[in-house]
Nanobody, 121 residues
Framework: QVQLVESGGGLVQPGGSLRLSCAAS????????MGWYRQAPGKERELVAA???????NYADSVKGRFTISRDNTKNSVYLQMNSLKPEDTAVYYC???????????????WGQGTQVTVSS
């Protein structure tokens, strides 16, 4: 059983910073990509940032220059450093991983339970 466990959400003032963490646990053969999505009330879930096994990254235009995604392959973990936060960054942030479970063929997609980020004065 593969699980993604997130931490690091909370309430922060505009201009502040937060760091989200996500660790994948369980029987994992390999992880091809990890990333963060977010969903604000009344909106669809959207990609925030993703990082693949070779370290290549992809960011939503709205967070470029403010957010940084990083990955620790030895810990099956991904991090999102969020700086210069804006009220429009308020959302539930979900960790995502595309991986091959041990003993299985083919890649599967997994989601964390979500962590609330609220940017407000």
């Amino acid at each position: 059983q593969v699980q993604l466990v997130e931490s690091g959400g909370g309430l922060v003032q505009p201009g502040g910073s937060l760091r989200l963490s996500c660790a994948a646990s369980g029987s994992i053969f390999s992880i091809s990509s990890m990333g963060w999505y977010r969903q604000a009330p009344g909106k669809e879930r959207e990609l925030v940032a993703a990082i693949v096994s070779d370290g290549s990254t992809n960011y939503a235009d709205s967070v470029k220059g403010r957010f940084t995604i990083s990955r620790d392959n030895t810990k099956n973990s991904v991090y999102l450093q969020m700086n210069s936060l804006k009220p429009e960054d308020t959302a539930v942030y979900y960790c995502n991983a595309k991986l091959i479970p041990l003993g299985r063929w083919g890649q599967s997609e997994y989601w964390g339970q979500g962590t609330q980020v609220t940017v407000s004065s």
